[in-house]
């Protein structure tokens, strides 16, 4: 399969957690990953927990995202804004922004402002002391919010993107849907996030490391014990390939397709607000 190709709904693998489990409803496999959370003895709900967690990385996040996957991010967050400079957008939200490197990567696009959003506290803090850094305080604004309840009026947006977020959602359906609402008709949005390798070899090799290197590195430099462990743990059960593409149709977006990326270690989702 082309690395560079899009894969249109019809097309794309079905993969993910739609293979029948027994005694378990359709509904519940289909939002089985809900149930995947970091803190296993926590009584919080998963978006608490993600709060929590991404509160207490958050000043190891920059450096371990690119160690752990050895740079490879720069460049699938560039991918992601050349898809978008074809739209030219001049109003972009960046969704579940954390520290706001994608949001500091579409100023290239000069737009007049971008728009970060995130629950984590700590994850906007070390954005922001980098968008300071940058003296790009007048184009780029982070705001503490819930992508499920978006502050924001309703066809508000030339563009979105969300990166590595989605998977972290509490309610998927409900976070497409609220970045439906806030895009005007015809915005794009680009989901750029973690997919699982299908190809032999490339696909043991990458569940070694996910399920064992990647917690342990990431364990002792970040000093959160579950953080690292969550990741391919949420990465497993997250609705991807065709799966995804279906969530972002039913949320109201159109002409979607995926587009793998390093194996399909990672997929940029493209759709289109109807
Ligand atoms: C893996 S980080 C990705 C950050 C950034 N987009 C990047 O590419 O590095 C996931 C981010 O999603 C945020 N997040 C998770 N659920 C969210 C929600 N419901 N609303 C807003 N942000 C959320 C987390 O706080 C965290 O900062």
Request: hydrophobic residues 40%.
């Amino acid at each position: 399969m082309s690395v560079n190709r899009w894969l249109s709904g019809v097309e794309a693998p079905v993969s993910g957690v739609e293979a029948p489990v027994s005694g378990v409803e359709a509904t519940d496999i289909k939002n089985i990953y809900m149930t995947i959370t970091p803190y296993k003895n926590s009584k919080s709900g998963k978006k608490e927990q993600i709060a929590e967690m991404f509160d207490n990385i958050a000043p190891k996040y920059d450096f371990l995202n690119h160690f752990l996957s050895f740079g490879i991010d720069k460049s699938w967050r560039k991918k992601v804004i050349k898809i978008l400079k074809k739209y030219q957008p001049k109003t972009i939200i960046d969704v579940a922004t954390g520290t706001a490197d994608l949001a500091i990567m579409a100023s290239k696009l000069n737009p007049d402002k971008i728009t970060g959003i995130d629950i984590s506290a700590q994850m906007l803090s070390e954005g922001w002391g980098k968008i300071i850094k940058k003296q790009q305080e007048d184009k780029i604004e982070l705001v503490q919010c819930d992508s499920e309840s978006i502050i924001f009026e309703d066809n508000s947006f030339d563009a979105g993107m969300v990166a590595f977020g989605v998977r972290n959602f509490e309610n998927l359906d409900k976070g497409l849907k609220e970045i439906n609402r806030v895009l005007k008709p015809g915005a794009p949005l680009v989901v750029l996030e973690f997919s699982k390798p299908k190809q032999a070899g490339i696909k043991q090799l990458y569940a070694f490391y996910s399920k064992h290197i990647l917690p342990a590195i990431g364990k002792s430099i970040s000093k959160d014990n579950a953080a690292y462990s969550y990741l391919p743990e949420s990465i497993n059960l997250f609705p991807e390939d065709s799966l995804f593409l279906k969530r972002l149709e039913d949320a109201g977006f159109i002409n979607v397709k995926q587009r793998k990326l390093t194996f399909g270690i990672a997929s940029i989702y493209l759709g289109i607000k109807a």
